[in-house]
């Protein structure tokens, strides 16, 4: 069983930054995602990464301005957010799953763990 913490959401200015951090207990060796969900949206991939960090995916719209990183030693997956956008509002999900190809990534049913969401905001 794996438990998943999201923190470091919060309220920002447009072009701001955020870093989003997710801690991890139990067996942690899983791929990792950041989903995202908006008002009266459904949840949406954001990026994800591979469980040796290697490999990174993104969702279009956040390429070029959000990262994804990992420290396994300390059991932490990172969201950096730039040059934030009103459109990013929204509580950001981890999640902890088994992602076999780049397109595992994205489907939420390749995730087994989630955590229970930080709110950022980015004001315009």
């Known amino acids: 069983q794996v438990q998943l913490v999201e923190s470091g959401g919060g309220l920002v200015q447009a072009g701001g930054s955020l870093r989003l951090s997710c801690s991890a207990s139990g067996r942690t060796f899983y791929a990792m995602g950041w989903f995202r969900q908006a008002p009266g949206k459904e949840r949406e991939f954001v990026g994800g990464i591979s469980w040796n960090g290697h490999s990174t995916y993104y969702t279009d719209s956040v390429k070029d301005r959000f990262t994804i990183s990992r420290e396994n030693n300390k059991n932490t997956v990172y969201l950096q957010m730039n040059s934030l956008k009103p459109e990013d509002t929204a509580v950001y999900y981890c999640?902890?799953?088994?992602?076999?190809?780049?397109?595992?990534?994205?489907?939420?049913?390749?995730?087994?763990?989630w955590g229970q969401g930080t709110q950022v905001t980015v004001s315009s």
């Open positions: 999640a902890a799953g088994s992602a076999d190809y780049y397109s595992d990534y994205s489907r939420q049913e390749k995730y087994e763990f």
